[in-house]
């Protein structure tokens, strides 16, 4: 079957835009095999502010807390804050307990305000030279403050990420994700080579706090206040670096239900963010972010949406044409499996979209792999997942984000 | 406010672009280069079906010097092989399409061309084989062309009989949009306007034939 013109022709764009932005990758990698990260171990520790948000987390609070109160760093030079948004659990219970033996500061909102508006709140009494976020089912490896600081010792250091991974894989679904958030540890490294990381995730980044205030907090209207950040950030001039070895997890959706909503909220906030900062868009101020990273991503965008379209399209027009044909030959379905030629079957594979698909996926295959070694994960365990991840679930989220696009063009009511 | 610019590392982007340039290029050259190969298959093929049509006629000379009882088996036998081998290029022809990367459309008209004097030289020799062996082979001509709304659903209506019926229907698909004596002249001869057209066993059907009026006229 003979795919229209236009079709093939979306499809080889998109597949150009793929394979440009992953031999980018590649090169950024090969270029910067080897060399250190631009660290200094502060010699006097400064203090550090945690803030942990927490709406209804009962379940997973305690055990964040404990873990931040873990960290291999001097007690004294710790100042935890958790802000409660009028939870209806017994979240301001578990927390008035760690409150009590003063181990945090607590605030209750009243009513409930949002993830942002938590932060800020925190931020008015931050008393750390440096504060870090982090949610209140997510947990940290002990040593992450250590392996963060030195980042900030370049004054023009904003921010730095750590490497977060999803803390539970048993079902198929928490499998494919683990593969997804180790792909990004790796590529947000590859960004920060380019200083172009577009989001400071909510599980341990840590930031400047004077460049927090410097830009006025988080943004309380924005689906996706972490990558509001990141970008802000940049715009006022400071740099995100990345720690492939600070070590941070969390929770991940395990229905399919729940994943659909965070990726709807995760990719409806990005092309708000990219509206928002639009003037960033092919600006060389902004160097790679602006010419290379927010472009791409957003042809990387349309590309998706006009491949799903189009394929979905084409898969209609041939289903109600098969049931057509199906009819005049009074729906006699056996008939159709003949005896395959097998030879005939693999002569016609071989084309150009064939090569190229190759071609693309080995780039992807690499990338992944690369990945997992980089940041230091056996593939074994979780080779079905990751085989998942590199097929299938490209096709899931784009089905997600042209759901994002249609709920943005929509003018949804934004929900957590 | 840091008042610096951003890094912009031109050489990175534009080696990426020059690389994935490099591979589409590449993917281009290998589709073209393997489309030539198919044509050259093709190619192979008809010389072979056109050796086996000369022993089909040579055949058919024993017919006078051997009689029927003996000779009639074995032109049934070369009929079957010339009909698979037959059908393997229309198949592969067919795929080739002008639709897909192919861009040697000079060679594969050319081949278009030699296929369908092939089925007409085929098509006349099964006529003669079915009077003089009286054997209950049928014939259908398919005359299609570019613009024509039925013959898509006409293709896939033959489609289904050939595997129905086997060796026992020997189906001639002629594009009328080809420029080619041969065609010409079998159209004139069965007043051929519009399409799809079938010469059933000689008789002439104008339009889309459904499933069931076709199989009625075939012999079972």
């Known amino acids: ?416 | 406010m840091a008042e610096r610019k951003k890094r912009l590392d031109k050489g990175i982007l534009v080696s990426a672009l020059v690389i994935t340039g490099l591979i589409f290029f590449s993917g281009f050259f290998i589709g073209y280069n393997l489309n030539t190969e198919k044509l050259s298959v093709v190619k192979n093929d008809i010389t072979a079906v056109t050796k086996d049509i000369q022993n089909f006629q040579l055949e058919f000379l024993l017919l006078d010097v051997l009689g029927e009882n003996s000779t009639c088996p074995l032109l049934s036998s070369t009929l079957s092989d010339i009909n698979e081998r037959s059908e393997k290029i229309g198949t592969r022809l067919d795929k080739l399409s002008p639709d897909s990367e192919i861009k040697d459309y000079a060679s594969y008209v050319d081949m278009k061309r030699e296929y369908s004097r092939l089925l007409i030289g085929y098509w006349l020799l099964a006529n003669k084989f079915k009077n003089a062996c009286e054997s209950n082979v049928s014939t259908i001509i398919y005359f299609y062309a570019k613009e024509c709304d039925g013959c898509g659903d006409q293709s896939f209506v033959l489609t289904y009989l050939k595997r129905q019926y086997n060796e026992t229907l020997l189906i001639f698909a002629l594009d009328a949009d080809l420029d080619e004596p041969g065609i010409k002249t079998v159209k004139e001869y069965y007043n051929v306007t519009a399409y799809p057209t079938l010469v059933v066993n000689g008789i002439v059907w104008s339009g889309f034939q459904k499933t069931e009026d076709l199989q009625s006229q075939l012999v079972k």
């Open chain 1, 1 to 416: 079957m003979a795919l229209p013109i236009y079709i093939l022709a979306i499809n080889y764009v998109a597949w150009f835009v793929f394979m440009f932005i992953a031999v980018v990758w590649i090169i950024v990698m090969l270029n910067n095999r080897g060399k250190t990260d631009r660290t200094r171990a502060f010699k006097k520790l400064p203090v550090v502010s945690i803030m942990i948000p927490a709406y209804n987390e009962e379940k997973t609070i305690r055990k964040t807390i404990e873990s931040v109160l873990s960290l291999d760093y001097p007690k004294n030079l710790l100042d935890v804050i958790v802000i409660n948004d009028c939870s209806k659990d017994g979240t301001r219970k578990i927390a008035e307990e760690f409150a009590g033996r003063g181990d945090i500061r607590l605030l209750n909102n009243e009513p409930n305000r949002g993830k942002a508006y938590s932060l800020n709140r925190a931020l008015k009494i931050c008393r750390g030279e440096f504060a870090a976020c982090i949610d209140a089912d997510s947990i940290v490896e002990a040593p992450i403050v250590r392996k963060l600081l030195p980042y900030f010792y370049d004054e023009t250091v904003g921010s730095v990420t750590p490497a977060l991974k999803v803390w539970r894989k048993e079902s198929l679904l928490e499998r494919v994700q683990y593969a997804e958030y180790i792909l990004n540890i790796f590529l947000r490294k590859m960004l920060s080579f380019l200083d172009s990381i577009h989001v400071t995730p909510g599980v341990f980044s840590m930031y400047r706090l004077s460049v927090l205030k410097e830009v006025g907090g988080f943004d309380e209207d924005n689906l996706t206040e972490d990558m509001e950040m990141a970008l802000k950030i940049h715009e006022h001039g400071y740099k995100i670096e990345s720690n492939l070895d600070a070590m941070s997890y969390t929770m991940c959706p395990t229905k399919w239900g729940e994943l659909y909503r965070q990726r709807l909220r995760w990719y409806r906030g990005a092309i708000e963010n990219m509206a928002k900062y639009k003037h960033m868009l092919f600006n060389p101020e902004y160097g790679n972010l602006g010419m290379f990273f927010l472009p791409t991503n957003l042809i990387a965008i349309a590309s998706i949406i006009a491949v799903f379209a189009s394929t979905a399209y084409s898969y209609m027009d041939s289903a109600t044409n098969a049931v057509w044909r199906l009819s005049l030959i009074n729906f006699d379905f056996l008939s159709l499996f003949g005896k395959i030629d097998l030879a005939m079957t693999l002569e016609e594979l071989m084309t150009t979209s064939f090569a190229l698909g190759v071609a693309g996926i080995a780039l992807g295959g690499y990338l992944l792999l690369t990945s997992f070694r980089s940041v230091g994960v056996k593939m074994r365990g979780n080779i079905v997942g990751y085989l998942l991840y590199l097929l299938m679930f490209p096709f899931i989220m784009m089905t997600f984000w042209s759901a994002a696009i249609v709920h943005e063009v929509a003018g949804a009511r934004k929900k957590w």
